[in-house]
């Protein structure tokens, strides 16, 4: 059965009726948020659950159905087991299934992996079964970010206006074990000195080699957002070492958004046609795609690609301004008026 994260997190589903568990995704701080969530939730007085952690690489073929078997009771102290079990692969979906399908597990059994494809055959058989629970943990979501980032300001009795909460939203990666260290930092340096202005100027105190999100930093050019620009252009292209990278990725997005936009002018709904598009636009995308394609108009989308095919060719003949022509072209995106 799939639980949203957002409805684990709430509780909003009977927890101890469950004890078998799946989380996959890119995530590993939302896994980890959950695997401790359960944890703490089913500690009973007296009879803490004993942790047993293991990789599916230090098993052998055959051997997870006689350690489901083994666990599938208290230990000698009468206390429960807990089996947290990393997925480095497939391999072993086989035998969970066959395990998971002989008898219900007594004790809590917690497997975690990174992002698992639609016709998983444990993903579709956790799907399926309805004694069994799998969460998606994607990235965070703005809203989660805004969400997660309260909290933690909350439990440190710091109080901010809704709009610099948002600003360090923005300015955030989105997996959650990025956020935690950063906003850790940004925590004791407010405590440190509660009257810095550090919120207003938050580029500053965040770590310049995090993991941008690569999606959204395109997008944000072609709709001509300036905010963190050169933060974020240092980071994607390792302090202009890498233009090309940033160029192709750019081309590629300019030319998909005009596919869409020449589907719609032949009749195409909008929807339809970015659904048409092949390698699909990930559903976390589809609002900063439809903004991109409201923002620009087919002729500015030329315009912009153009250009960008110019930079492309100053690469290709290895010309001496290459760089200089590609960085002034980007920032030209990024003035509308004087595009």
Same mark, same amino acid.
């Given at each position: ?96 299934? !066959?395990?998971?399908? @002989?008898?219900? &597990?007594? $004790? *809590?059994? %917690?497997?975690? =992996? ?53 600003i360090l939203s923005e300015n955030l990666p989105n997996q959650r074990l990025d956020i935690k260290n950063e906003m850790e930092k940004i925590i004791i340096l407010y405590k440190s000195n ?5 919120? !207003?100027?938050?580029? @500053?105190?965040? &770590?310049? $080699? *995090?993991? %941008?999100?690569? =999606? ?89 690609? @153009? ?33």
């Open positions: 059965m799939i639980i949203k994260f957002d409805t684990f997190e709430s509780n909003n589903f009977n927890l101890n009726k469950y004890n078998i568990f799946l989380f996959h995704g890119s995530n590993i701080g939302k896994m980890d948020y959950c695997k401790e969530f359960i944890i703490k939730e089913k500690n009973i007085k007296d009879k803490k659950i004993d942790i047993v952690n293991l990789h599916t690489e230090e098993l052998k073929k055959g051997e997870f159905l006689n350690l489901y078997r083994k666990h599938n009771q208290p230990n000698i102290f009468g206390n429960p087991t807990a089996l947290n079990i990393y997925l480095n692969n497939e391999k072993f979906s086989k035998e969970i299934v !066959s395990a998971l399908s @002989e008898q219900v &597990s007594q $004790n *809590l059994i %917690i497997f975690k =992996s990174d992002q698992l494809p639609p016709k998983s055959l444990l993903r579709s058989f956790f799907e399926k079964e309805n004694n069994l629970i799998v969460v998606p943990c994607y990235e965070e979501s703005a809203q989660e970010k805004i969400n997660y980032i309260s909290k933690l300001l909350t439990d440190n009795h710091i109080k901010i206006s809704h709009e610099k909460i948002r509660p009257q810095i202005s550090f919120f !207003s100027n938050i580029d @500053e105190y965040i &770590s310049d $080699n *995090l993991n %941008i999100d690569d =999606s959204t930093f395109i997008y944000s050019i072609v709709s001509g957002k300036s905010d963190s620009f050169f933060r974020k252009y240092n980071s994607f292209t390792d302090y202009g070492n890498d233009n090309v990278r940033l160029l192709s990725y750019l081309l590629e997005h300019l030319f998909r958004l005009l596919i869409v936009k020449y589907k719609v002018k032949q009749g195409s709904t909008v929807r339809q046609a970015i659904k048409d598009l092949r390698p699909p636009v990930f559903f976390k995308y589809h609002k900063a795609f439809n903004e991109n394609l409201n923002h620009r108009n087919i002729s500015e989308i030329w315009q912009m690609f @153009e250009k960008l095919m110019l930079c492309k060719k100053s690469f290709i003949e290895n010309r001496p301004s290459s760089n200089y022509y590609f960085c002034t072209t980007i920032i030209r995106f990024l003035k509308p008026q004087r595009f």
